[in-house]
């Protein structure tokens, strides 16, 4: 079998956790790709400064001594039975803000993907849906696969289908770029998606012309078990990307953020396309920045 020179290397996976159920459903995902690629996987947990915000200041190193080691144990928890099956892996454990702490460790540990779980639940604990979650798909230095809590489908189940959103910006072609190359692994059916905005006066030209535009964004053809499908719809593009993933009981959704176009509000806001898609999806969605860092085989 003939493969892409783009094909990707996945080294090192972090996987975030905050010890909720949200986070723990997305480990079998974090586990799946490492031991596909043959990566070392790193199990992370932050202690958010919030925590402290109501120590005395006589007990702070108390309450975050008993912090340190409470997560120190459940990440062993996690881990135990992975290294007793031969997964190179290793517990990691930080102090303050959140997004800022796992962003320094994807640095510190070259990751080449970041693997988070999302509830819709608020408050302290359950930060990862809210503006963390916001943060580290839009800036952190490696793609970001988020688990929602909607996710049904199973991470031993393999990747079969994936649907590769796209607005025809940068950031879309290199997401684009991941989409490819995990359908070449996985040997996937791959669907592109374009939604388009507003009323074209011809919709016929419209869809035309973005079936030729998503033609083109291919990489140069190698040989696959089978050729990419394109679907151009209208309407409200993260119901369309959750629905269409839905129809066809989608493995894996791939988008950029910080898109141009329909998915320019991601640079935004909260609430906007990328996290109603994650919020929503019945399956992960992998989000790659504008920047992109990885590694090629």
Do not use: W
């Not at 928890?77 to 290294?83: A, D, E, G, T, W």
């Not at 910006?169 to 989409?179: D, G, I, K, M, Y």
């Not at 593009?237 to 629905?243: A, G, L």
């Amino acid at each position: 079998m003939q493969t892409s020179e783009r094909q990707i290397a996945l080294k090192n996976i972090l996987f975030a956790t905050d010890f909720e159920t949200s986070a723990t459903r997305s480990l079998p995902f974090a586990v799946a790709l490492a031991k596909r690629y043959g990566a070392k996987l790193y199990a992370l947990h932050v202690i958010p400064s919030e925590a402290l915000a109501l120590a005395s200041p006589q007990s702070v190193d108390q309450v975050l001594a008993e912090a340190g080691d409470f997560a120190g144990y459940s990440l062993n928890q996690l881990l135990s039975p992975l290294r007793v099956h031969g997964l190179s892996c290793d517990a990691l454990l930080g102090e303050g803000s959140v997004a800022e702490v796992i962003e320094e460790f994807v640095k510190q540990r070259a990751a080449d993907l970041l693997v988070v779980g999302t509830s819709s639940r608020e408050g302290l604990g359950k930060m990862f849906l809210g503006s963390v979650a916001e943060e580290l798909i839009r800036d952190s230095p490696c793609p970001v696969l988020t688990v929602g809590r909607h996710v049904t489908t199973l991470a031993s189940s393999g990747v079969q289908c994936i649907i590769c959103a796209t607005d025809f910006s940068p950031v879309s072609a290199h997401a684009l770029e991941c989409a490819v190359s995990l359908a070449e692994e996985y040997q996937a059916h791959l669907t592109m998606l374009h939604v388009l905005e507003g009323s074209p006066t011809s919709l016929q030209s419209a869809i035309e012309s973005a079936e030729r535009r998503m033609r083109q964004a291919l990489p140069a053809e190698v040989e696959r078990p089978y050729k990419p499908e394109f679907v151009i719809e209208t309407g409200a593009v993260p119901d369309r990307v959750v629905n269409l993933a839905a129809d066809l009981s989608s493995d894996l959704i791939v988008m950029g953020a910080k898109g141009a176009g329909a998915f320019a509000e991601t640079a935004s806001r909260l609430g906007s396309v990328v996290h109603r898609v994650v919020a929503f999806a019945s399956c992960p969605v992998l989000t790659v920045s504008n920047v992109l860092r990885l590694e090629r085989q």
